[in-house]
């Protein structure tokens, strides 16, 4: 595990398991996406998925053989 010490991060605890626990942990919703379907017809049409990337908006789209991405 790791904290921060004044102007510092210092390492308290080297277990790799906890720190990546931690770290994951420390993402929004534990890690995990948050998701909300729009239009229940997901399977067998084109599925699109906006997020964020380094704080820029994003949208995934995948139409069943390729993977597209356009920053919004």
Same mark, same amino acid.
């Not at 998925?49 to 993977?67: A, C, L, M, Q, S």
């Given at each position: 595990?790791?904290? %921060?010490? /004044?102007?510092?991060? %210092?390492?308290?605890?080297?277990?790799?398991?906890?720190?990546?626990?931690? &770290? +994951?942990?420390?993402?929004?919703? /534990? *890690?995990?996406?948050? &998701?909300? +379907?729009?239009?229940?017809?997901?399977? *067998?049409? @084109?599925?699109?998925?906006? @997020?964020? +990337?380094?704080? %820029?908006?994003?949208?995934?789209?995948?139409? *069943?053989? %390729?993977?597209?991405?356009?920053? &919004?």
């Amino acid at each position: 595990m790791f904290e %921060k010490k /004044g102007p510092d991060w %210092k390492i308290t605890d080297k277990s790799w398991e906890n720190i990546r626990d931690q &770290l +994951v942990f420390s993402r929004i919703n /534990g *890690g995990s996406p948050y &998701l909300v +379907v729009q239009d229940a017809r997901l399977w *067998g049409r @084109t599925v699109h998925v906006e @997020t964020r +990337v380094e704080e %820029k908006p994003i949208w995934f789209t995948y139409d *069943g053989k %390729k993977h597209h991405r356009k920053f &919004l």
